[in-house]
């Protein structure tokens, strides 16, 4: 053993083969997932074949190119509650159906990241809003416990939020009112903005913020189990 294997995460061999087994059990039932592409923050329902140990993930007709060599997806584990996570080696290949997809290696463990990184879609909540004193109300597309991504709808809206340039805001979820203290730009992508944010902690934003995002995974989970 190096020296650098003292620093490696010790995943035993059990989560190995739960992940194997249960993700062969997904391939069989066909069961869909939920899955989120991580550069992009793009979210999207997939089902998954297992071949080996090389996992193919069904690609939506409007995500034919924008899944690339080297890119990261993950959804959480229905069975653990826990995240998964790994990259695709193969970016794209024709189905005999008409349908694309895409291939990565099968993960011997589950995600080291935290849920804080994995965003819950919105787009589909019309009373999810970014608000900003003097710049309007925003539709909310996604969300997770330190970032969320808005609609702009203009281009001219996009001047409106520099990046890297922070400012207040106003998360509104109907009962859920959530003050931002820092509100900071940090990507732009198709008249949207992608933001990291910082509550107010001497509020009770953070609480609220954690039973928002409980309910928006539950009816997300609810909505998936139903087709």
Known sequence: MGILDLFKPDHSAAEAT?????????????????????????HFQTVLSLKGDVIMVAKPPGMADQILRGAHLRFI???????????????NINLNSGGSACLCALPDHYSDSSRQSLRIETARFNNVLFKVQGRGQFRVLDLSES???????AKAGLEMFPLGRP??????????????????????????????????????????????????????????ANG
């Open 147 to 153: 970032g969320f991504r808005f609609l702009v709808g």
């Open 18 to 42: 739960e992940i194997a087994v249960e993700i062969e059990r997904l391939s069989r039932e066909k069961k869909p997932l939920h899955m989120e592409l991580e550069e992009l923050h793009t």
């Open 167 to 224: 400012f207040p805001g106003i998360l509104d979820a109907g009962r859920y009112h959530l003050p931002l203290e820092r509100v900071i730009p940090r990507v732009y992508a198709k008249m949207t903005v992608g933001c990291e944010f910082e509550l107010e902690e001497a509020s009770l934003a953070r609480k609220h913020l954690h039973q928002l995002i409980d309910y928006l995974e539950l009816n997300e989970e609810t909505r998936a």
């Open 77 to 91: 584990a229905p069975w653990s509650g826990k995240e998964i996570r790994f990259e695709v080696s193969t970016p």
